[in-house]
């Protein structure tokens, strides 16, 4: 069993292999952890049913989370989604609740050993992981496995490696991070803030301006949304250039709801990387998640098994 927890919902599943046998999803109002876990328990069980599967047979649990998460299986840190959860470990809850081992991992962390394992980053010893979605997620791989520190931040801060150093204040603390300066948490405030607003379709948007909003303004021409994509996509190159200075991989694998247009962001990124990394031409891949929301669910098996 498979779960990948984060901040908007939660996707969790039983796989086989390189397959997922069933799966459902949780659409998450209030971050709390507390408040998710009794939901979680029963989808699983009666997912578990749906399939003629015994839990007590399966490998046990695996659990992707937007969390900081240390190697016994508990949550280090957070930043501002399941504070509740703070210290909760999950193995002690798996063996609790289902009577199998469990393996917790950071979810884009998990998300990239799934695409390793069976998606756009297979076949690669260096890897690199980006989400795009409400913040900016990011993992390592290299020489085959997860790029792990003591205190679990090494490779999983790319949202927060800076871009521009008199930039918006991010949530972390820090200014001018790339998920303060092009994520869907800051978007909002983003377009609010361009002196042309009042003039563009996106005034007339009730609530928060998400990327959706933005793209159906950009296919109309709207020029303060094409401004402030422009201004987005130039964030996510200047952060992937910083990554292969960094890490030095051997492929880019994109992922996150921003990707359902990745035809317009990617070749973008690819023609920043190409005239401004220190790395020949062509030698990194910069491609789309293979997986997408599957990506955490299927990379449970090799993380129970320790492939990684």
Not at 101 to 123: M, Q, S, V, W, Y
Request: contains cysteine; aromatic residues 6%; proline residues 3%.
């Amino acid at each position: 069993m498979a779960l990948d927890i984060g901040g908007s919902h939660v996707e969790y599943g039983i796989v086989y292999r390189d397959r997922l046998l069933a799966k459902d999803t949780i659409a998450v109002r209030h971050p709390l952890l507390t408040a998710l876990l009794p939901q979680l328990e029963a989808g699983l069980h009666a997912l578990a049913r749906q399939s003629a599967m015994d839990p007590t047979q399966m490998a046990g649990v695996a659990v992707g989370i937007c969390a900081i998460v240390h190697e016994d299986g508990s949550i280090l840190a957070t930043n501002g989604k399941y504070d509740d959860g703070v210290g909760f470990n999950f193995p002690r809850w798996c063996e609790t609740r289902f009577g199998l081992p469990c393996k917790a991992e950071n979810d884009t962390r998990l998300a990239l050993i799934g695409e390793h394992f069976a998606g756009a980053a297979k076949g690669f010893d260096d890897a690199v992981l980006v989400t795009l979605g409400t913040g900016i997620g990011g993992a390592v791989l290299l020489g085959g496995k997860l790029l792990r520190s003591g205190s679990r931040k090494a490779g999983g801060l790319a949202g927060h490696l800076g871009v521009d150093w008199k930039g918006r204040v991010c949530t972390c603390g820090n200014r001018g991070c790339a998920e303060a300066e092009a994520s869907t948490v800051s978007l909002n405030a983003i377009c609010r803030e361009h002196t042309g607003y009042r003039r563009s379709m996106l005034a007339e948007k009730m609530g928060a301006i998400d990327f959706e909003t933005l793209f159906a303004a950009v296919d109309a021409e709207d020029a303060v949304a094409c401004e402030v994509l422009e201004h987005c996509v130039g964030v996510w190159a200047a952060l992937t250039v910083t990554l292969i200075h960094a890490y030095d991989p051997q492929v880019i694998v994109f992922g996150g709801g921003v990707m359902q247009r990745q035809e317009w962001i990617l070749p973008r990124i690819r023609d920043h990387v190409n005239r401004h990394a220190w790395a020949q031409k062509g030698s990194v891949s910069i491609v789309p998640s293979l997986l997408g929301p599957a990506a955490a669910l299927l990379g449970g098996l090799p993380l129970l098994q320790g492939n990684v």
